[in-house]
């Protein structure tokens, strides 16, 4: 590949979508907060900058997975990221946000002549070495015609099309997300009765998702609700059903059950 791609984010999740790229044959040059965590990547072609805006070229392609709304703008805002990204320089953004700042920094880079693709992630990182994440994106068609091929060597096994309205493919990240938490406490609960009755919880989740429950989510989640003697924990389910439930204010929508799976979220 003749284009060197800018990647920002080696968290869990950007360093195999990162490697994938590499092991594609796309250049990349890259930035993390911290900076030893791209020493992998390095160590295989890619070449590591100091600031944010040094992964950009000029008419080129930015991918972006960070933490927060807060993250993803402070790197759009950081000082001469958008300059350098230029006239038809394209910025995937990847991060789990409110769509509502989506919008708002897809018009910051149509100021600059730049374009906003969003396409937020669904898959673990072991999915993302697998070549199996799940990836909805929105924006001008052009753009996406044009990054396709970079979400699929990222490590998408399906890229789906939610048109051109900027923050579409933010709200089925923070919908799916939603329903994701439901079910994984679902689960955590339903397991918990059959154990404490004696039950082997792992015959019951290998009977209900090889029948009524044969979706990869209540057979992933469950098996390592089976397996594992303490729950695992993590700061993404409170942060992405908050975006939900902020989401869903704006457009009057009542959240009884977000509610509640907010306030055990916060509570844990």
């Given amino acids: 590949m003749s284009e060197t791609i800018g990647f920002i984010g080696l968290g869990r999740l950007g360093l195999p979508m990162a490697t994938n790229l590499l092991q594609a044959g796309y250049a990349l040059r890259v930035y993390n907060r911290t900076a030893s965590k791209a020493e992998p990547l390095v160590a295989q072609g890619a070449q590591l900058v100091e600031r944010p805006a040094d992964v950009a070229t000029s008419g080129g392609i930015v991918a972006t997975i960070v933490w927060d709304d807060a993250a993803l703008e402070s790197i759009v805002m950081s000082d001469g990221f958008l300059e350098k990204l230029g006239a038809g320089g394209v910025h995937i953004a990847m991060s789990t946000i409110l769509p509502e700042t989506s919008k708002r920094l897809a018009a910051l880079h149509a100021q600059h002549g730049c374009i906003y693709v969003e396409a ?41 099309d ?29 397991l918990a009765m059959a154990r404490n009755n004696g039950v082997d919880p792992k015959a019951v989740i290998d009977m209900l998702t090889s ?41 009057e929508i009542s959240t009884p059950i977000a509610d509640l799976l907010y306030d055990i979220l916060q509570s844990a």
């Fill in 162 to 190: 939610f048109g051109e309205e900027i923050g579409a493919a933010n709200i089925v990240k923070l919908v799916g997300n939603f329903l994701i938490v439901s079910a994984g406490h679902s689960i955590r609960e339903a």
């Fill in 120 to 160: 937020p992630i669904f898959g673990r990182p072991e999915a993302a070495i697998a070549h199996n994440l799940w990836i909805p994106f929105a924006g001008p068609q052009q753009a996406k015609d044009r990054v396709r091929p970079l979400l699929q060597a990222m490590g998408g096994k399906g890229i789906f």
């Fill in 211 to 251: 029948t009524l429950f044969s979706a990869p989510i209540y057979q992933s989640y469950g098996q390592r609700v089976a397996e594992l003697s303490t729950p695992f924990t993590s700061a993404i389910p409170l942060k992405d059903v908050g975006l939900f439930k902020r989401t869903s204010q704006q457009v």
